[in-house]
């Protein structure tokens, strides 16, 4: 069974949520009062650390510190995105932050789209549909959300059967021919037919149309999906297997 969130009145109660966000408040009236054009064009200095890894530090400013050290080398308005999600998902002035974090993605979205990794993609796509109120960007960004996240998983099943280097080139020709029909999975489910398959290609102007009122969730959520489709998951490779121009699903 899924375990259940803790209810506003349990949380009430929990000493560790309070723990969590001291010292929020000066962090706060910090970040009221930015300049884009300045965070964009400041880099955050210092030895870049290879391997990141990003740890769960109860102190808010050690956090924050740690945290700094995944953007050395990058424009200073991506930590300050990322402040806003620790200060947001701490519970700290949550209303005033993620006004913050809106205005931030609605004036600058091209500019973050750019600079931002996936992890980060998924963070603002997750903190949009925590506390917006726009009930039609939550639904668009859920389906990012539930795309990356199966990648993960089944990218992570891979390195950990050690076919995380696998490439078009590693497939047997035999095999990949039967692909081309279709064989169950699960639950009657039906494979896809690599190389010539449809279902990627109408996925994709579904999304395209859902979203053709809506900007921002347009922007965010077509490019989270060219980028699984160039940066190495089953996307590339299928579309490396692709030989019906018909039923392309990327944009070139």
Not at 82 to 100: D, G, M, P, S, Y
Not at 188 to 215: A, C, K, Y
Not at 230 to 246: E, L, N
Request: glycine content about 2%; aromatic content about 12%.
């Amino acid at each position: 069974m899924v375990k259940r969130k803790r209810s506003k009145f349990e949380n009430f109660f929990n000493l560790n949520r309070y723990r969590k966000r001291q010292g929020a408040t000066v962090i706060s009236q910090q970040l009221a009062e930015v300049d884009y054009e300045q965070l964009k064009t400041t880099i955050i200095t210092g030895e870049p650390v290879e391997n990141f890894q990003s740890l769960m530090i109860k102190d808010l400013n050690e956090h924050l510190e740690h945290l700094k050290l995944n953007f050395i080398g990058q424009p200073e308005i991506c930590y300050y995105h990322a402040k806003l999600i620790v200060l947001i998902r701490r519970e700290a002035q949550t209303k005033q932050n993620f006004a913050r974090f809106n205005e931030l993605w609605h004036q600058q979205a091209d500019f973050l789209l750019e600079h931002l990794n996936m992890r980060w993609l998924i963070s603002a796509c997750d903190t949009f549909i925590d506390h917006s109120d726009d009930e039609t960007l939550k639904a668009i960004l859920l389906n990012a959300v539930t795309m990356i996240n199966t990648i993960k998983l089944y990218e992570t099943e891979y390195f950990l059967l050690n076919l995380q280097d696998t490439t078009p080139a590693d497939y047997v020709p035999k095999q990949l021919h039967k692909a081309q029909h279709c064989f169950n999975l699960f639950d009657e489910l039906p494979s896809f037919r690599v190389g010539v398959d449809d279902t990627l290609r109408n996925m994709r102007w579904r999304m395209d149309e859902i979203t053709q009122d809506h900007p921002l969730a347009h922007k965010i959520l077509t490019h989270i999906f060219d980028v699984v489709n160039t940066q190495g998951s089953v996307y590339t490779r299928f579309r490396a297997c692709h030989h019906k121009p018909r039923n392309a699903w990327w944009s070139e």
